[in-house]
């Protein structure tokens, strides 16, 4: 399952072991392509042990700021709070499980 970050409330990932954010708009076309590949990430087995998130870049642009967001889609990894990896632009199924295999 995939959270939604509302109100700007980063807090709920910076408490995450590990954490992948999805940084992305409704208007955003590969945003959209994206959302189903990683709801069934969220889902396998496989990264049990990494929490899932998404932020709407419109309704919450402190975040985005903060993080430097420049280009959606944007994935990053986080550990304990501290970004340990970044992916700018749209990936499919099997670069989205190496990205986050990298990680864990």
């Not at 945003?31 to 087995?45: K, L, Y």
């Not at 990494?50 to 402190?62: H, I, L």
């Amino acid at each position: 399952m995939v959270n939604e970050v509302k109100n700007g409330d980063f807090s709920v990932v910076e408490n995450s072991a590990i954490a992948l954010v999805d940084f992305n708009a409704t208007w955003c076309g590969p945003c959209q392509r994206m959302a189903p590949i990683i709801e069934a990430a969220s889902e396998d087995e496989a990264f049990a042990g990494v929490d899932f998130f998404a932020v709407d870049t419109d309704e919450n642009p402190q975040i985005a700021q903060k993080y430097g967001i420049m280009s959606i889609p944007t994935l990053m990894i986080f550990k304990n709070g501290e970004k340990v990896a970044q992916s700018v632009g749209a990936i499919d199924e099997d670069q989205l499980e190496e990205f986050i295999s990298a990680q864990i």
